[in-house]
């Protein structure tokens, strides 16, 4: 049985991934959602309460993971905008069209906790959840990680710091502080080794 390997996820990394569900009146729902790959074969998730695909999930005890790149997909499917020729059956679930790969899970545990914030307190759920069947559409297949973008991002600051003025400069050197630590909280040893090395030569 293939495992998360063979879509290229890592162990302890999270992935910009859109998961779909059904609605209670079967209609289809997609919202773009970060995915913990905890091992081969488990994933975590961490959903507010205010997602509607929350209480899908709930409701269903399965969902769909899908692994794509098209930045319109990912917009349409947070505006709630996508159409319903995007979806395709799969079993009991419905799969993104033109996802380059996508698999089924089914919610093994969930945990409510409170999370606090600047603004205030809000309720997230953990969900784990166990990889079912992986289909791979596309064998270039590669799960979005946004540390790969962070380091792209920090290069091109870095590239363009001396020849700007102080003010611009200062305001890239602290961009690129921000990129390192979104690289230190989502990426992975080679993220992070990069990083450093953009820093160290700053």
Same mark, same amino acid.
């Given at each position: 049985?293939?495992?998360?390997s063979s879509i290229k996820m890592e162990n302890g990394l999270l992935y910009?991934?859109?998961?779909?569900t059904k609605n209670s009146d079967g209609t289809p729902n997609a919202a773009?959602?970060?995915?913990?790959?905890?091992?081969?074969?488990?994933?975590? #998730?961490?959903?507010? %309460?205010?997602?509607?695909?929350?209480?899908? /999930?709930?409701?269903?005890?399965?969902?769909?993971?899908? +692994?794509?790149?098209?930045?319109?997909?990912?917009?349409?499917?947070?505006?709630? %905008?996508?159409?319903?020729? *995007?979806?395709?059956?799969?079993?009991?679930? #419905?799969? /993104?069209?033109?996802?380059?790969?996508?698999?089924?899970?089914?919610? +093994?545990?969930?945990? %409510?906790?409170?999370?606090?914030?600047? /603004?205030?307190?809000?309720?997230?759920?953990?969900?784990?959840?166990?990889?079912?069947?992986? =289909?791979?559409?596309?064998?270039?297949? %590669?799960?979005?990680? &946004?540390?790969?973008?962070?380091?792209?991002? $920090?290069?091109?600051?870095? *590239? &363009? =710091?001396?020849?700007?003025?102080?003010?611009?400069?200062?305001?890239? #050197?602290? &961009?690129?502080?921000?990129? $390192?630590?979104?690289?230190? &909280?989502?990426? $992975?040893?080679?993220?992070?080794?990069?990083m450093k090395e953009i820093i160290s030569s700053i």
């Amino acid at each position: 049985m293939q495992d998360l390997s063979s879509i290229k996820m890592e162990n302890g990394l999270l992935y910009e991934t859109i998961i779909t569900t059904k609605n209670s009146d079967g209609t289809p729902n997609a919202a773009p959602v970060g995915v913990v790959c905890k091992n081969g074969s488990k994933i975590i #998730l961490y959903l507010s %309460e205010a997602v509607h695909t929350l209480q899908n /999930i709930k409701n269903n005890g399965h969902f769909i993971v899908n +692994i794509l790149k098209d930045p319109i997909i990912f917009t349409k499917s947070i505006m709630g %905008e996508l159409s319903p020729d *995007c979806f395709k059956n799969h079993l009991n679930d #419905l799969y /993104i069209t033109n996802a380059d790969a996508f698999f089924s899970a089914t919610v +093994i545990k969930s945990k %409510e906790i409170e999370k606090g914030h600047k /603004i205030g307190n809000s309720k997230l759920t953990i969900i784990t959840a166990e990889v079912n069947e992986i =289909i791979i559409k596309n064998k270039n297949v %590669e799960p979005l990680n &946004r540390a790969n973008f962070a380091i792209i991002e $920090s290069l091109i600051y870095l *590239c &363009r =710091i001396n020849i700007v003025d102080n003010k611009t400069a200062q305001m890239y #050197l602290e &961009r690129i502080n921000e990129m $390192s630590r979104l690289v230190t &909280r989502v990426g $992975s040893t080679e993220h992070k080794k990069a990083m450093k090395e953009i820093i160290s030569s700053i």
